[in-house]
């Protein structure tokens, strides 16, 4: 069974960073293409990061220089650290799994948000 927990939201000032967590289990995550999405309150899911199989990275143009995303193959956990936080970032944090075409698989998200 594949499971995808994150962690990691919370409450931090404009600025400010957070590192959210991705922990893995049921798959190895270095087989596949893992991806962070967020989706703030009225608006719809939005892709933020990626990282895929082969170590390639892919980021939402609105967050590149701010955000990297990484992967632990010891702990099949992939991470987010998000740094210069805005406002308008506030949302529930989601981690998926899958391949080039979709992701088949998503965490219960983690919220993020980000006071001015």
């Known amino acids: 069974q594949v499971q995808l927990v994150e962690s990691g939201g919370g409450l931090v000032q404009a600025g400010g960073s957070l590192r959210l967590s991705c922990a893995v289990s049921?798959?190895?995550?270095?087989?596949?293409?893992m991806g962070w999405f967020r989706r703030a309150p009225g608006k719809e899911r939005e892709f933020v990061a990626a990282?895929?199989?082969?170590?390639?990275?892919y980021y939402a143009d609105s967050v590149k220089g701010r955000f990297t995303i990484s992967g632990d193959k010891v702990k099949n956990t992939v991470y987010l650290q998000m740094n210069s936080l805005k406002p308008e970032e506030t949302a529930v944090y989601y981690c998926?799994?899958?391949?080039?075409?979709?992701?088949?698989?998503w965490g219960q998200g983690t919220q993020v948000t980000v006071s001015s």
């Open positions: 049921g798959r190895t995550f270095t087989r596949y293409t």
């Open positions: 998926g799994l899958g391949d080039v075409a979709s992701y088949n698989y």
């Open positions: 990282i895929r199989s082969g170590g390639s990275k």
